[in-house]
């Protein structure tokens, strides 16, 4: 080899050497009129990399958030629950550190747009701040938001400019950073572990390619993002509670799509909203969305909106808030997948995902707290008028015999009572549709209460739409599918409605005649047989 080719080679080399070096997210990050407190840790002093630069593991994301909380007066974090494989789930709640001091003064004001909005005036209203719950990469292997998470955690914990103490004081921000931690490492490890130290853009690459499972569902290979609904699996559960304890005003979903399209954010498109959702809903969506465009705009970053994405199936993070008196608003990056990708417009990188979900983060914020008064009438109209909602629905009720398939049964009232769903014993006998049933054996559901929209679309069965296209899920009955027996009353249900039902309702199998000595006998068609 001559000296002219040692050099090529020498040259290619750095180049690969620079290209895998400069592609990473620098904090402080370059936001005018903004400084940040040093005594406030980066990612890089928890860990030994620059976001962008590899895949964050679980554990690395939880210690940085910590570290954070252990810092900052403006951070309190919490555990919530855990999965399947025992990692932890946590939040942080963000907001100025006057709010952090009477937190649960404001929480109770919070929840009181919902439990009693007929006591809060908009005299009240201008005094409150807003609730925002921002919930990152459901799907495991749709990386970049909770990377993007741990960015906007330092921004806001650390940032001292005008906007940011705007944000602060006016908006209660909860951060979800790893909705789904089973799928992420599970995506991580792989990534991690098949990458060179230049990394490749070959989308034929080990680093490009996950094998079955991947990482996009939880232990058990559940969608997480199909769960907020059935609630099947612990993440949901314990996401759940944490909802209906904090009952935001905006719910915030960041996903990862396909790499050759660009950035979406609701509206979705208007042939396949779910005709439940109230009208305000879409026209507050279209009012955060000119936020969310300024913010793209403002680093030159394409955007689509209108298309693509449905808002129709409650079980989703971007939908379920529509029919809880909240807004959800979907984001979707294209996806780098890799720490970097070949596109139709270009080489796409892991740290400009990032990028794009932390500014679309910021363009959030930016909305709220500027229409904070907007999103908290919205909740507190929705709850006031839920009671003059339920008398348009044709069934005012709903009768559950729990005799039959009484492990189903269970499963659904549990499911509903976790919903803030109002259930009731049945006072006296009924006979329908040549049903009976009778009081100490059916449980009653009447519609006129505070989830009454929640009632309806869980319950009723819908066959008609007005579009022939679906993102995916189209029809979810809860009854139906548990397999129940039920009827729907047409009627006032005040002459056989008992008492309201705790939590701990239905007891729980017993064994009868001891210890066995060769084996147990059970009934064979019980649901946990």
């Not at 799928?183 to 080990?206: L, Q």
């Not at 979705?268 to 109230?278: A, D, F, K, L, V």
């Not at 259930?423 to 209460?449: E, H, R, T």
Request: with cysteine; net charge positive.
């Amino acid at each position: 080899m001559n000296i002219k080719d040692k050099k090529i080679l020498y040259i290619i080399f750095l180049s690969s050497f620079l290209s895998a070096q400069v592609n990473h997210i620098e904090l402080p990050m370059d936001i005018s009129e903004t400084t940040f407190n040093e005594s406030i840790p980066k990612p890089i002093d928890v860990f030994s990399h620059h976001l962008g630069t590899q895949h964050t593991r679980t554990e690395q994301i939880v210690e940085y958030f910590y570290a954070v909380a252990k810092n900052s007066n403006r951070v309190v974090v919490k555990n919530h629950g855990s999965t399947h494989e025992g990692r932890k789930l946590i939040h942080a709640v963000i907001t100025s550190a006057e709010n952090q001091k009477k937190l649960d003064e404001i929480l109770k004001n919070n929840r009181n747009l919902c439990l009693n909005p007929g006591k809060i005036s908009n005299k009240d209203l201008k005094k409150m701040p807003v609730v925002a719950y921002f919930g990152y990469s459901v799907h495991g292997d749709e990386a970049s938001g909770s990377e993007a998470a741990m960015l906007l955690l330092y921004h806001l914990s650390a940032g001292s400019s005008i906007g940011i103490r705007n944000y602060l004081n006016n908006v209660i921000l909860i951060i979800d950073p790893i909705l789904n931690p089973d799928g992420r490492d599970r995506f991580v490890n792989w990534v991690n572990g098949n990458r060179g130290y230049i990394p490749t853009n070959d989308i034929n690459d080990r680093e490009h390619n996950q094998p079955w499972p991947r990482g996009r569902t939880n232990h058990y290979l559940f969608d997480l993002n199909r769960d907020w609904l059935p609630a099947t699996q612990p993440e949901s559960q314990a996401r759940l509670n944490l909802y209906y304890k904090w009952r935001p005003q905006v719910v915030v979903d960041f996903h990862e799509m396909g790499r050759n399209r660009t950035y979406f954010f609701q509206p979705g498109i208007p042939s396949r909203n779910n005709p439940n959702t109230p009208k305000n809903v879409f026209y507050l969506t279209n009012l955060l969305a000119e936020y969310h465009a300024e913010a793209l705009n403002n680093i030159g970053s394409l955007y689509y909106s209108k298309e693509s994405f449905d808002d129709f199936y409650y079980g989703k993070g971007s939908t379920f808030p529509d029919i809880n008196g909240s807004v959800g608003i979907l984001f979707e990056q294209a996806s780098s997948r890799a720490l970097k990708t070949t596109t139709t417009s270009g080489e796409l990188n892991y740290a400009f995902t990032i990028k794009n979900h932390f500014n679309a983060s910021l363009g959030t914020l930016e909305g709220l707290w500027k229409m904070k008064d907007k999103f908290l009438t919205h909740q507190r109209n929705f709850y006031r008028d839920a009671s003059k909602a339920s008398i348009q629905f044709s069934t005012k009720a709903y009768l559950i015999n729990t005799e039959y398939k009484k492990t189903n049964v269970r499963l659904l009232v549990d499911n509903l009572i976790r919903h803030q769903v109002k259930v009731y014993s049945l006072k006296k006998p009924y006979a329908s549709n040549n049903l009976k049933f009778d009081p100490g054996k059916a449980v009653l559901i009447p519609v006129d209460q505070p989830q009454s929209r929640l009632i309806k679309s869980i319950m009723e069965q819908v066959t008609d739409f007005n579009d022939s296209l679906f993102y995916d899920v189209s029809s979810w009955s809860l009854p139906l599918s548990a397999g129940v027996e039920y009827v729907e009353l047409k009627q006032n249900p005040s002459a056989i409605i008992g008492n309201e039902l705790p939590d701990n309702f239905f007891t729980s199998g017993k064994k009868i005649g001891g210890r066995a000595t060769y084996a147990y006998i059970m009934e064979w068609g019980d649901y946990f047989s």
